[in-house]
C-alpha cells in the first residue's frame, strides 16, 4: 500500500525552495512552526562555525511508491536503502543513477538490517523471518538466499577487510539473533562454509556489533601463522572481548566456557559497537549505544592474551535530561559521537563530553520517524534517514575546536598539535608558559615564554626580580634560537648578554673550585660562541671578555671570529712560537705571513719555513716569495734548534724554484747569493747545472758578479759556457788548472769547427807548455776528431825525442793513406756516372711520341697540331703559346719569367740576323732555344709538378669580384 497518493507533494524541510515557499506566506502553521525551527537550527549551526551541517540527499521516496526506508547502510558512494516494500534500492550519489533488488515481491516488511563491506562489492540482507540473502554487487543485482543460515537472523558482520574480490567475500563472521557467532565465505553467491564458532547459550541477547581488529606485529619473524586477534562482539546489554590465533577457530577455541564480560543492563533490544580508524591504520577506540547511556574506551594492544582486556580510559556518558526516548543509532569520528534521537541529532565532543551541535527534527509528520544513522568507512561521510528522508551530515573541519579542549584539559603538547594558525599556537604556548610559571617551574616556563610573542622586557623582568638567572639565561638562549636572521640589533643585544652571564657564571664556579661544573660551563659557553660568533659586535666582546680577565675565552673567541691577527701577536708577545705558529698555519691570509713572519724567522726558523712551505702546498699562488725575503735576511743559521743543520732559507728558495716554478729574478737572484756565500761550490754548480742554461730563469750576468764577488771561479766557468763565452771559459779554467773542464766546455761549442779546433790547441798547448806532458798531450788526438799530429807538432820543444810521438804520427800517416785511396774510389765512380748520363742524353735525343690528329690543346680545346706543341711523356699536348701564357701567369717565378722574356728577344734577335744575311753563331741559337723549351716546359702543367704547386696558392679573397675567381683556361 503506497503511503502517498501519486498527486501528493512530499516536503524536504531543507530543500531552500520549500523553505523558501514557506517563508513566502503559506497559511498553514505547521508549516510555518516547521520552518522557525529550521531557521533556528541554521542559527545554531552558524554560531559554531559551521563545522556540522544537513544536506538534502535528493531521496525521491515518491518514486518509490511511497515506501518507507526500514535500514540503510553505506560504501564507496554508494547506498543501499531498503523499503518495507520487500526492496533493496541501490543509490549512486555520484549519478542519482537507482537500481532495484526485489527480495520478496508477495510479502512486505520482510527485510529488518542490511550489512555491506567497505568496498561495496558484497551485500548481506538480514530477513525478519530468519531468511537472508546475498548479493554479489560486484557481479551482479540478484540476491541469493543464504540457506545455511535459515532460521536465525543476521544482526551484524564482520567483513574481512583485506578481501577485494568482487567473487569472494574471504572469510567473515556474522552475529546473529540467537546470540551465537558463525564464521563462512561465500565464493561466487554460494556458502563455501557455514559454521558456529561461539555461543553465548543465551537466545534472548542477540549480537549486535562485531569487530575485530590484529595485534601489531610482535617481531620480524612476525607471519601469518603468528598472527593474533582481538575480537569483540556486543548485545543490547554487554560486549565480550575475545584475544588469540592465528584462526577465528583457535581463537574462540580458548573460551569454551562462558568468557568474562562488561554489563550495562538497560531496556533496549538493540545496540551499536564501532571502532574508530585512521585510514590505513588499527583501530583506536570505540563506542557503544546502551540503555544506560554512550559508553566509549581505547585499546591499547600489547602482549595480552586470552582472559586479559586491552581497553582503557573506559566511561559511561549519560544521555542529556532534556532528551525523551531512547537513541536509535550511534556513530563516532575522530572528536566527536553523532547520536540520533527520535527528534533531534545530537554531536557530542568526545574530550569535553558537551554536546557541539544539536539539530531537531521538527517535520516528522512530512518525513516520517527518524530510522538511523549510517557511515561509509571509505569516505567517512554521514547520513541519517528516516521514513521518507535522507540527509547527509556534513563535516567541515571537525577538528578546528579540538585545540582548545585539549588547552582546557591541559594537554598542551596535544593542543599544539591540532592548531592551525599562529593565533592559536600563541595562546596554548602563553597558556602552558603561565602554567610552569605558576607551578614555579621556571626553566620550563623560560622555554615556553621564549617561544611566544609576550613582551622581552616583561618575561626578563619576571626572572631578574625572582633572581633566576639560570631561568633568564635559558630564555635568552631560547628566544635566540627563536629569532629572525634579519633582526641584527636584536640578535647582538641578547648575544652580549648571554655571554657576560657566561663569563659571570664561569667566575664565580671557579671561586668555588667545582672544576667538573666549570668544565661544563666552559664547553657549554665555547659552543654558544661557536653557534653565534656572527652576531656579536667584535669590540665589545672583546672588551667585555677582557674586562672578566677571561685570556682563554678571548684566543678562543678572535680564532672563531677569524682575528688570527690578534691570537698570534698575543702568543709572540709572550714568545710562545710554537702556538703563533699553529695559528698561522691556519690563517687564510697571507698578509699575515708576510707582517709576522720576520719575526718567526728570527726566532723559530724551522718552524716558520715549514709553515710557507705548507702553505704554498695547497695554493702555489697564496705566498708571494718575493715578500718573504725581508723575513729571509733576519735569519741566522745559530738560530737553528739542535739537530737541524740545513740552511732554512736555502731550503725555502729551492722550494720555490723548483716546487712552485718561481720566475721572480728578485728571488733567484738572493738565491745565487745564499748559494755564494756557502763554503761548498758543489749546490751552486748543481743549481747552474738546472737553471742555469742558455733558457734557463737565471739573470746569467748578475750570477757571474756575485761568483767572481764570492770568489766561485768553476761556477764562472759554467756561467761563461752559458753565455756561449767559451774562449773565456776555457782559459778560466785552465786559470783554474781544471784540464777536463776546459775540454768539456770546448766540446760544447756547436756550428763552428775552427773555434772549437782552437781550444783544443789552446788546451794542447797548455799541457805541453805549462805541464811539459807530451804524452798527455798527444792523447788529446785520441778524446778529439779535431786535433792531428801535425797540429801539436809546433808546440813541442826542439829538442822533444821522436819515440813520445812516434806512434801518434803512424797513425796520422796510415789515416792519409786511406782517404786518399777512398779519393781514388770516388773519382772512378764519378767518371762512371757521367758516361751513363752521356748516353741517356743521346737516347732522349731520339725519343718520340704519336699524336692522334683529333687530340686537342689541353688549354684551348683547339687541334693541338694546329700550331707549334709540347707533347709530354704523359701524352698530355699544350700549344707552345697557351703553356707559356700559363706558365707565367700561374707558375714562374720573378727570375724564370725574366729569363724567359731575356731568351725570347735573343732568339728572335738571332732569328733576324740570320733573315738579314748575318752570320749566325753555330749552336747558339738551338741552346736558347733548348733553355727556353727547359723553363716553359719542365713538367706537365695538368699532372706535373706545376698542378701540384697549384695546391698551395691561396684562394683569392670576395673583395677582388667574381673575375677574379675565374680558374685558368686548364681543361682536361
Given at each position: 500500500m ?9 516536503y524536504?524541510?531543507?530543500d531552500?525552495a520549500?523553505?523558501?515557499s ?6 498553514d502553521?505547521?508549516?510555518s512552526?516547521v ?12 554560531t559554531?562555525?559551521?563545522?556540522f551541517?544537513?544536506?538534502n540527499a ?5 518514486q ?24 533493496v ?5 555520484g549519478?542519482?543513477?537507482?537500481q532495484?533488488?526485489?527480495?520478496d ?10 550489512h555491506?563491506d567497505?568496498s561495496?562489492?558484497?551485500l548481506?540482507?538480514g530477513g525478519?523471518?530468519?531468511?537472508n ?17 535459515k ?25 546473529t ?6 564464521k ?11 559454521k ?13 556489533g562485531?569487530h ?11 607471519m ?8 569483540m ?11 588469540g ?9 580458548q573460551?569454551?566456557?562462558a ?11 538493540y545496540?551499536?559497537?564501532?571502532f574508530f ?12 549505544l ?8 581505547s585499546?591499547?594492544?600489547?602482549s ?9 580510559d573506559?566511561?559511561l556518558?549519560?544521555?542529556?535530561s532534556e ?12 572528536f566527536?559521537?553523532?547520536?540520533l ?7 557530542i565532543?568526545q ?11 521538527a517535520?516528522?509528520?512530512?518525513y ?8 561509509d568507512?571509505v ?16 563535516i ?10 585539549y ?12 592548531c592551525?594558525?599562529?593565533s592559536q ?7 602552558q608558559?603561565d ?6 617551574q621556571?626553566?620550563l616556563?623560560?622555554?615556553m ?9 616583561e618575561?626578563?623582568l619576571k626572572?631578574?626580580n625572582?633572581?633566576?638567572?639560570n ?31 657566561y ?11 667545582s ?26 666582546t ?5 674586562n672578566h ?14 682575528d688570527h ?5 698575543h ?9 703563533a ?8 691570509d ?8 720576520p719575526?718567526l724567522?728570527?726566532?723559530?726558523p ?9 702553505a704554498?702546498?695547497t695554493?702555489?699562488k ?8 725581508p723575513?729571509?735576511?733576519?735569519y741566522n ?25 718561481s ?8 738565491l745565487v ?7 761548498d761550490?758543489?749546490?751552486m754548480?748543481?743549481f ?25 771561479r ?10 756561449e763565452q ?18 768539456l766546455?770546448?766540446d ?5 769547427d ?8 789552446r ?10 806532458d ?9 778524446q ?7 797540429d ?7 829538442f ?6 812516434k ?10 793513406h ?6 781514388k774510389?770516388?773519382?772512378e ?13 743521346g737516347d732522349?735525343?731520339g ?7 683529333s ?7 683547339q ?6 706543341l ?25 727570375t724564370d719569367?725574366?729569363r724567359?722574356r ?5 732568339i728572335?734577335?738571332?732569328e733576324?740576323?740570320?733573315?738579314a ?11 736558347m732555344r733548348?733553355e727556353?723549351d ?17 695546391i ?6 670576395l673583395?677582388q669580384?667574381p ?10
Amino acid at each position: 500500500m503506497d503511503l502517498l497518493d501519486d498527486d501528493e507533494y512530499l516536503y524536504n524541510p531543507y530543500d531552500t525552495a520549500a523553505v523558501q515557499s514557506d517563508n513566502e506566506g503559506d497559511d498553514d502553521d505547521g508549516i510555518s512552526e516547521v520552518t522557525d525551527t529550521e531557521s533556528h537550527n541554521a542559527l545554531q549551526a552558524h554560531t559554531a562555525n559551521q563545522i556540522f551541517s544537513l544536506h538534502n540527499a535528493s531521496w525521491k521516496a515518491k518514486q518509490h511508491g511511497g515506501a518507507r526506508i526500514k535500514h540503510m547502510v553505506a560504501a564507496g558512494s554508494t547506498v543501499f536503502v531498503a523499503t518495507d516494500r520487500g526492496k533493496v534500492v541501490r543509490w549512486h550519489l555520484g549519478s542519482g543513477e537507482e537500481q532495484d533488488m526485489v527480495i520478496d515481491k508477495g510479502r512486505n516488511d520482510v527485510i529488518f538490517k542490511l550489512h555491506v563491506d567497505r568496498s561495496g562489492l558484497h551485500l548481506i540482507i538480514g530477513g525478519n523471518q530468519g531468511e537472508n540473502w546475498y548479493v554479489p554487487i560486484g557481479r551482479s543485482l540478484k540476491p541469493r538466499l543464504i540457506s545455511m543460515a535459515k532460521g536465525a537472523r543476521i544482526e551484524s558482520v564482520c567483513w574481512d577487510r583485506d578481501c577485494e574480490d568482487n567473487a569472494n567475500t574471504g572469510v567473515i563472521m556474522v552475529g546473529t539473533s540467537t546470540g551465537t557467532i558463525c564464521k563462512t565465505q561465500i565464493v561466487d553467491g554460494r556458502e563455501k562454509f557455514w559454521k558456529e564458532i561461539f555461543s553465548l547459550q543465551d537466545a534472548a541477547h542477540p549480537i549486535c556489533g562485531l569487530h575485530y581488529e590484529l595485534f601489531p606485529p610482535s617481531g620480524k619473524g612476525y607471519m601469518d601463522n603468528a598472527r593474533k586477534y582481538f575480537v569483540m562482539a556486543a548485545t543490547p546489554t554487554r560486549y565480550y572481548e575475545f584475544i588469540g590465533g592465528p584462526t577465528y577457530d583457535a581463537l574462540f577455541a580458548q573460551y569454551a566456557t562462558a568468557p568474562a564480560f562488561i554489563e550495562l543492563p538497560g531496556d533496549l533490544d538493540y545496540s551499536d559497537l564501532h571502532f574508530f580508524r585512521k585510514e590505513n591504520g588499527r583501530a583506536s577506540s570505540f563506542v557503544w549505544l546502551t540503555g544506560p547511556g554512550i559508553y566509549s574506551g581505547s585499546f591499547s594492544f600489547g602482549s595480552q592474551n586470552a582472559g586479559d582486556s586491552i581497553i582503557h580510559d573506559y566511561k559511561l556518558l549519560p544521555y542529556s535530561s532534556e532528551v525523551h526516548g531512547p537513541p536509535l543509532g550511534l556513530l563516532s569520528t575522530e572528536f566527536h559521537w553523532f547520536v540520533l534521537f527520535a527528534d533531534r541529532l545530537q554531536v557530542i565532543n568526545q574530550l569535553t563530553q558537551e554536546v557541539a551541535w544539536e539539530h531537531s527534527f521538527a517535520s516528522r509528520h512530512v518525513y516520517g520517524d527518524m530510522r538511523g544513522i549510517v557511515q561509509d568507512a571509505v569516505s567517512g561521510k554521514l547520513w541519517v534517514y528516516a521514513d521518507y528522508m535522507v540527509n547527509e551530515v556534513a563535516i567541515n573541519g571537525e577538528d578546528q575546536n579540538v585545540w582548545r579542549c585539549y588547552l582546557a584539559k591541559g594537554q598542551y603538547d596535544t593542543a599544539l598539535q591540532y592548531c592551525q594558525d599562529l593565533s592559536q599556537r600563541e595562546k596554548v604556548l602563553t597558556a602552558q608558559a603561565d602554567h610552569y610559571f605558576s607551578e614555579k617551574q621556571w626553566e620550563l616556563a623560560a622555554s615556553m615564554y621564549a617561544k611566544t610573542k609576550r613582551s622581552f622586557e616583561e618575561i626578563t623582568l619576571k626572572f631578574i626580580n625572582l633572581d633566576e638567572k639560570n631561568a633568564l639565561k635559558r630564555y635568552l638562549s631560547d628566544k635566540l634560537d627563536n629569532m629572525r636572521s634579519t633582526d641584527k640589533a636584536q640578535l647582538t643585544m641578547i648575544c652580549t648578554w648571554l655571554c657576560e652571564m657566561y663569563l659571570d657564571k664561569l667566575n664565580s664556579v671557579k671561586d668555588i673550585g667545582s672544576e667538573a661544573q666549570y668544565g661544563y660551563i666552559l664547553d657549554e659557553f665555547r659552543h654558544f660562541l661557536q653557534d653565534n660568533v656572527s652576531n656579536f659586535d667584535a669590540e665589545t666582546t672583546y672588551q667585555l671578555i677582557l674586562n672578566h680577565g677571561r685570556m682563554d675565552v678571548m684566543l678562543y673567541y678572535a680564532e672563531l671570529n677569524g682575528d688570527h691577527d690578534r691570537v698570534i701577536s698575543h702568543h709572540v708577545q709572550r714568545r710562545e712560537w710554537t702556538k703563533a705558529l699553529d695559528v698561522l698555519a691556519k690563517c687564510p691570509d697571507a698578509s699575515l705571513y708576510y707582517v709576522h713572519s720576520p719575526t718567526l724567522m728570527q726566532h723559530a726558523p724551522v718552524g716558520t719555513t715549514n709553515a710557507w712551505i705548507n702553505a704554498s702546498r695547497t695554493s702555489k699562488k697564496f705566498l708571494d716569495p718575493r715578500k718573504l725575503i725581508p723575513a729571509l735576511m733576519r735569519y741566522n743559521i745559530a738560530n737553528n734548534p739542535p739537530g737541524h743543520k740545513a740552511n732554512q732559507a736555502l731550503r725555502f728558495l729551492q722550494h720555490c724554484v723548483k716546487n712552485l716554478e718561481s720566475r721572480d729574478p728578485v728571488v733567484l737572484n738572493y738565491l745565487v747569493t745564499l748559494f755564494c756565500q756557502q763554503d761548498d761550490e758543489k749546490a751552486m754548480l748543481a743549481f747552474l747545472a738546472d737553471y742555469g742554461g742558455p733558457n734557463g730563469r737565471l739573470d746569467l750576468q748578475y750570477a757571474m758578479r756575485a761568483c767572481q764577488q764570492s770568489g766561485k771561479r768553476e761556477a764562472c766557468v759554467h756561467i761563461l759556457a752559458s753565455l756561449e763565452q767559451y774562449e773565456q771559459a776555457v782559459d778560466l779554467a785552465l786559470d783554474i788548472k781544471d784540464i777536463e773542464l776546459a775540454k768539456l766546455n770546448a766540446d760544447k761549442v756547436e756550428d763552428n769547427d775552427d773555434l772549437r779546433k782552437r781550444l783544443w790547441l789552446r788546451i794542447a798547448r797548455y799541457v805541453i807548455e805549462e805541464e811539459k806532458d807530451v804524452r798527455k798531450a798527444i792523447a788529446f788526438i785520441g778524446q778529439t776528431d779535431m786535433l792531428k799530429v801535425e797540429d801539436i807538432l809546433p808546440f813541442f820543444p826542439d829538442f822533444a825525442r821522436i819515440d813520445d810521438f812516434k806512434e801518434a804520427i803512424c797513425t796520422s800517416l796510415e789515416e792519409y793513406h786511406e782517404q786518399i785511396e777512398e779519393l781514388k774510389q770516388g773519382m772512378e765512380e764519378a767518371t762512371k756516372s757521367a758516361e751513363l748520363i752521356r748516353k741517356d742524353i743521346g737516347d732522349l735525343r731520339g725519343r718520340f711520341g704519336f699524336v692522334r690528329s683529333s687530340q686537342k690543346c689541353g688549354f684551348c680545346r683547339q687541334p693541338v697540331l694546329a700550331a707549334g706543341l709540347y707533347l709530354f711523356p704523359c701524352q698530355h699536348g699544350f700549344h707552345i703559346t697557351c703553356q707559356e701564357q700559363w706558365m707565367l701567369q700561374e707558375h714562374l717565378g720573378e727570375t724564370d719569367k725574366r729569363r724567359v722574356r731575356e731568351l725570347k728577344q735573343a732568339i728572335r734577335a738571332e732569328e733576324a740576323r740570320g733573315h738579314a744575311g748575318g752570320g749566325v753563331e753555330a749552336g747558339g741559337l738551338e741552346r736558347m732555344r733548348a733553355e727556353l723549351d727547359d723553363v716553359l716546359a719542365c713538367d706537365c702543367p695538368l699532372c706535373g709538378n706545376p698542378a701540384i704547386d697549384m695546391i698551395n696558392k691561396p684562394l683569392p679573397p670576395l673583395a677582388q669580384g667574381p673575375s677574379y675567381w675565374d680558374l685558368p683556361p686548364l681543361r682536361l
